[in-house]
T-cell receptor, first 115, second 110 residues
Framework: KAGVTQTPRYLIKTRGQQVTLSCSPI?????VSWYQQTPGQGLQFLFE???????NKGNFPGRFSGRQFSNSRSEMNVSTLELGDSALYLC??????????????FGPGTRLTVT | DAKTTQPPSMDCAEGRAANLPCNHS???????VYWYRQIHSQGPQYIIH???NNETNEMASLIITEDRKSSTLILPHATLRDTAVYYC???????????FGAGTILRVKS
């Protein structure tokens, strides 16, 4: 079974620009979560989408947004980029069931550099 | 904030068992203990999880104390490829938000 895929793998943007990152979950997984990893703050939860609805959100400014499509693929967008947005952005997918949550599987990440 | 405490780093000889401790003294009854690891610049990899019983899979074993306030991840025969940052995470039964702490850097040496 194919794993979580993220595109692009590397990206360089300029301050003030916006960026869109894409994540394709494992087939059959309907929950997609996004995380930001920086050397200073470590791994931090951004948001989670399930059935095209955001159902959990981390403590990030409104410049960070996301969406999920009917095929469970997800995108996240960062507007008005700042230097501090330089990070590894990770996507994770999982099954969801009424009796509880399942383990999350992470993609390889998108390395974003803001100059 | 992370609800777990882990040593910042550990060394292990190749071929020996690696025992990684984790304290989670404030864990509640419906929270699970999850372990992930992250090899340099890759996405975190799921290893194992448990509620109160010891668990074993092809990668590792998880030993949870009877009071559930601490646990130990055991890699039975560590190899150089097990060098990574290991994260112990307490997670609610429902919901997919993982709160990562700083983790333990495990260095496996030949």
């Amino acid at each position: 079974k194919a794993g979580v895929t993220q595109t692009p793998r590397y990206l360089i943007k300029t301050r003030g620009q916006q960026v869109t990152l894409s994540c394709s979950p494992i087939s059959g997984h309907r929950s997609v979560s996004w995380y930001q990893q920086t050397p200073g703050q470590g791994l931090q939860f951004l948001f989670e989408y399930f059935s095209e609805t955001q159902r959990n959100k981390g403590n990030f400014p409104g410049r960070f947004s996301g969406r999920q499509f009917s095929n469970s693929r997800s995108e996240m967008n960062v507007s008005t980029l700042e230097l501090g947005d330089s990070a590894l952005y990770l996507c994770a997918s999982s099954l969801v069931a009424r009796q509880g949550s399942y383990e999350q599987y992470f993609g390889p990440g998108t390395r974003l550099t803001v100059t | 904030d992370a609800k777990t405490t882990q040593p910042p780093s550990m060394d292990c000889a190749e071929g020996r068992a690696a025992n990684l401790p984790c304290n989670h003294s404030t864990i509640s009854g419906n929270e699970y203990v999850y372990w992930y690891r992250q090899i340099h610049s890759q996405g975190p990899q799921y290893i194992i999880h448990g509620l109160k019983n010891n668990e074993t899979n092809e990668m590792a074993s998880l030993i949870i104390t009877e009071d559930r306030k601490s646990s130990t991840l055991i890699l039975p025969h560590a190899t150089l490829r097990d060098t990574a940052v290991y994260y112990c995470i307490v997670r609610a039964k429902y919901g997919n938000k993982l709160v990562f702490g700083a983790g333990t850097i495990l260095r496996v040496k030949s």
